[in-house]
């Protein structure tokens, strides 16, 4: 019960600064310091949200969530093949590392022209560049994690004979898990990120074309309507790869970054060494 009561607690928390910024955005809107023309009231662009919703809202949803749960699994297992590639041989390392390292330097929207020329303006080319937004992140974190792991694990696994699938299983996995789920949020934020990239151009539906037409129509309360819808998705899609996390590492005795326990902590230890002190 009392864990129940800590995590609703926690979450109120979290609601605090955006509560706080929508009741400043509304009485700041409201008393005329900032031209609704230019910043919509949030309650405005609540009946905006509602309207959109009746409309065609979930059409543009369904097609951004297709877009960037494709681009990510696409993205993403790529990079975790060729981070475990590259993790385990310097020698991949040397002939691929210097490929991706040039790669991971160039902008979103420099790829966007060129994927226009070689796939077109289908579904395509709006994969694709969300796919290589994945990548980098998840390629990224999964080497550093593979790197990382203890030698002294590897070497207790080759004492007890494991073969490599065993290793690989046993010792390699559970190890990296940690830097690789890292490496998978930080690759998914990103695919939210290069999907708006994707859909500014060329797109007939999505979130991304709704915040271009917001642009053209000159309704910002439809571009903000829009960047509240990605950031939700946004979250929700990060929270449900938390919780795979959560599962899937339940295991780790990790800190929990309390610091009301750590002080009280230092503070109890602190008065031990006082007692112990000889006079």
Do not use: C
Request: hydrophobic share 50%; net charge positive.
């Amino acid at each position: 019960m009392k864990t129940s009561n800590t995590h609703w607690r926690t979450r109120l928390k979290g609601l605090a600064v955006p509560v706080a910024i929508i009741v400043l955005l509304e009485i700041v809107v409201r008393i005329g310091w900032v031209p609704s023309y230019q910043m919509p009231a949030p309650s405005e662009i609540a009946v905006t949200l509602i309207d959109l919703a009746n409309g065609a809202l979930w059409k543009h949803i369904g097609a951004s969530l297709v877009r960037v749960l494709s681009g990510f699994a696409i993205g993403a297992s790529l990079a975790l093949l060729f981070a475990a590639w590259v993790g385990l041989s310097r020698e991949a390392e040397a002939y691929l590392e210097p490929t991706f390292a040039g790669l991971r330097s160039i902008p979103s929207l420099a790829w966007v022209p060129l994927l226009l020329l070689w796939l077109g303006i289908g579904e395509t080319s709006k994969v694709v560049l969300i796919a290589i937004g994945a990548f980098s992140p998840v390629y990224l974190n999964g080497v550093s994690a593979i790197r990382g792991i203890d030698r002294k694990l590897v070497e207790v696994g080759r004492v007890f004979g494991f073969s490599q699938r065993q290793m690989t299983l046993h010792v390699f996995l559970p190890a990296a898990m940690p830097g690789l789920f890292t490496g998978l949020r930080s690759g998914l934020s990103l695919s939210w990120m290069f999907l708006v990239a994707a859909e500014l151009i060329a797109a007939t539906k999505g979130l991304g074309y709704l915040l271009s037409d917001g642009r053209e129509t000159s309704r910002p309360d439809i571009v903000l309507a829009a960047i509240i819808v990605l950031a939700v998705l946004g979250k929700l899609s990060d929270g449900v790869l938390a919780a795979l996390e959560k599962r899937f590492l339940s295991w780790r005795d990790a800190f929990k970054g309390s610091s009301k326990s750590l002080t009280r902590q230092t503070t109890h230890s602190s008065k031990l060494h006082e007692t112990e002190r000889p006079a």
